[in-house]
């Protein structure tokens, strides 16, 4: 079967780092994806990985490594807004997205 | 904003009743999906429609009944629930470019919290 596993829920401090991990077993591979949803809103786009290697976009970073099937999302300077749910998801042999559970991220000032 | 649209965003309804959701893209894109979220489970997709066609129907019961009448609307229609259906249901788009694609990065609605009592 397909499966994505991430940690159900992180703390972190406020102007930290923080990894959040992201393991998948799926059929085929076409990219993975970030997204982050706040509470009560809809899920937005944050980073898309298809080889392997570090892609970063200001604040956060997105790793791929395709033979562990494994990826992580790398947030810096944390901020309270940064306070959401992060999903992670497979673009699969059929294009179709297989999503995580998600990852809730709590910030402390 | 995304650029997708839901109404309503709350919807309580019985188990004999029947209602719609309602969603709508002002992306210009050519797919739209129905995706149900449940707390602390994975975005479940339940329907896909590529093209105003419906192309993925992932053993979703009968029901909940889907309707793509253009490519900028999507409608669900909602008959006889069950209270394990109440969840968040939410509505994206993709740009689908048929056999090359390989990233679609898909666009989300705010969702409709929907209640069966």
């Known amino acids: 079967g397909q499966n994505i596993d991430q940690p159900t829920e992180m703390t972190a401090t406020e102007g930290a780092i923080v990894q959040i991990n992201c393991t998948y077993q799926?059929?085929?591979?076409?990219?993975l994806f970030w997204y982050q949803q706040h509470a009560g809103e809809a899920p937005t786009f944050l980073s898309y990985?298809?080889l392997d290697g570090l892609e970063e976009k200001g604040r956060f970073s997105s790793f791929l490594s395709r033979s562990k099937g494994y990826s992580y999302l790398l947030l810096k300077e944390l901020q309270m807004k940064d306070s959401a749910s992060y999903l992670c998801?497979?673009?699969?042999?059929?294009?179709?997205?297989?999503w995580g559970a998600g990852t809730k991220l709590i910030i402390k000032p | 904003e995304t650029g997708v649209t839901q109404t309503p965003r709350h919807l309580v309804m019985g188990m004999t009743n029947k209602k719609s959701l309602k969603c709508e893209q002002h992306l210009g894109h050519n797919a739209m999906y129905w995706y149900k979220q449940s707390a602390k489970k994975p975005l479940e997709l339940m329907f896909v429609y590529s093209l105003e066609e419906r192309v993925e129907n992932n053993s979703v019961p009968s029901r909940f009944s889907p309707e793509c009448p253009n490519s900028s609307h999507l409608f669900l229609h909602l008959h006889t629930l069950q209270p394990e259906d109440s969840a968040l249901y939410l509505c994206a788009s993709s740009q689908d470019s048929g056999a090359d694609r390989v990233y679609n990065e898909q666009f989300f609605g705010p969702g409709t919290r929907l209640t069966v009592l």
């Open positions: 998801a497979v673009s699969d042999s059929n294009y179709q997205l297989i």
């Open positions: 799926t059929s085929g591979f076409n990219g």
């Open positions: 990985n298809v």
